[in-house]
């Protein structure tokens, strides 16, 4: 295998990696979250800026690799617990502006209960 080819799969596995076992929506886009028939939404963390490099949505916009908006927690536990689905929207116009200038995601984790 080509020695670039295997640092490019290599990058690819550690993202895929740090964000397993979160939901991920990159700036501007929006998404459900949803549980199974029967379950409700419990929100951990809700966190909405950039906190892992330019892993997740990449982007040449990354100046700001440690940013987040203090109450995107609470923000998104009140669009979602006790819910079986909510639809979430990651924007600035939600969530604040935590770092101008850099592309953002936010980066749900939940339970189902
Ligand atoms: C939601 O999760 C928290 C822990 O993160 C737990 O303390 C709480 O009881 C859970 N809520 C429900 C309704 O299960
Ligand atoms: C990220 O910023 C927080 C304060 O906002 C700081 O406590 C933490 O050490 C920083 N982490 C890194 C890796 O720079
Ligand atoms: C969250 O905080 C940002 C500033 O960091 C603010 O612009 C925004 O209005 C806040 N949102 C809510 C719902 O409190």
Redesign the pocket.
């Known amino acids: 295998m080509a020695p670039y080819l295997k640092c490019v799969l290599l990058v690819a596995a550690f993202c895929a990696y740090s964000a397993l076992g979160s939901f991920i929506i990159c700036e501007w886009q929006s998404a459900f979250l949803s549980c199974p028939a029967g379950k409700t939404l419990n929100v951990t963390s809700g966190v909405f800026g950039r906190t892992r490099g330019n892993c997740i949505c990449p982007s040449h916009n990354v100046e700001n690799k440690n940013c987040t908006?203090?109450?995107?927690t609470?923000?998104v536990q009140?669009l979602c617990n006790g819910k079986n689905t909510c639809s979430l929207y990651a924007s600035?116009y939600?969530?604040?502006?935590?770092c101008p200038g850099t592309f953002k995601y936010l980066e749900v984790v939940h339970t189902c209960v």
């Open positions: 908006s203090s109450n995107s609470s923000i009140g600035i939600i969530y604040g502006d935590p």
